[in-house]
């Protein structure tokens, strides 16, 4: 009964824990989420390519609407007249002239012409839009992929430092086996070196994760490129 009773109480702690730990498991995901749809949002908005079609979609949609009324021609015509004066003694030739309207009641190529401009209006936004779900598609996928790409130089800086900090501890210790006489001190050597090489590794890293940043900033993020760079600072557990 006693050894029960201490299972019990060992294994609820242990469930506790596991249950907390999956919490900020998913508390985690969730920030890491929602930083990756402000910085989508954030390009959408902001990208210079992006911007430049919805001007484009906006000038297509302005274009007024092909007019619809009759066909109206105006003609003048001119001329002369003899007309009599003093009771018919003396001829006289005065100009003459008159304007005339016409509205014709039916125009089939008129009819056809606003047809076809309005399909083409139709077509050319239809186009435009299609364009533009294309660019943004382009630019939401390099924006992510530079993202993964960013995380992983970030996985790999942390695994560098801490095998670093691994090797520090090694190397204090050893030291202190060779100053009581246990330890070769060409075993120093050969772990100095080591930490040499990940401490280049660490910097050659740290230096082309922070290019790439910066690059993707201004690459995809146009005139907010600093509100970019820094959500990207921040982005990566």
């Avoid at 076809?116 to 943004?136: C, E, N």
């Avoid at 090797?167 to 050893?174: D, I, V």
């Avoid at 001190?185 to 790439?212: F, K």
């Amino acid at each position: 009964m006693m050894n029960t009773r201490n299972r019990s109480l060992i294994v609820l702690p242990v469930l506790i824990a596991a249950l907390l730990m999956s919490c900020g498991y998913v508390q985690a995901a969730e920030v890491e989420k929602d930083y990756l749809q402000r910085m989508i949002e954030l390009v959408v908005e902001a990208n210079p390519t992006l911007q430049s079609q919805r001007n484009l979609i906006t000038e297509i949609e302005t274009v007024p609407e092909p007019v619809k009324g009759p066909d109206l021609a105006l003609a003048l015509k001119t001329g002369g007249a003899v007309v009599a004066l003093d009771g018919g003694w003396e001829r006289r030739v005065v100009p003459t002239g008159s304007i005339e309207l016409t509205i014709p009641l039916y125009s089939a190529v008129k009819k056809r012409k606003i047809a076809l401009d309005r399909l083409t209006i139709q077509k050319d936004l239809a186009k435009a839009w299609q364009d533009y779900y294309h660019l943004k598609n382009s630019v939401t996928s390099d924006l992510l992929t530079r993202v993964d790409k960013i995380t992983s130089l970030k996985n790999e800086l942390d695994a560098q430092e801490k095998l670093l900090s691994l090797l520090e501890r090694n190397l204090q210790a050893l030291t202190k086996q060779v100053e009581a006489g246990v330890a070769s001190p060409s075993d120093l050597w050969a772990i100095s070196e080591r930490i040499m090489i990940h401490e280049t590794n660490i910097r050659n890293l740290s230096s082309t994760e922070e290019t790439l940043k910066r690059e993707t900033a201004v690459n995809l993020a146009g005139d907010r490129w600093p509100e970019l760079l820094k959500m990207l600072t921040f982005q990566t557990p």
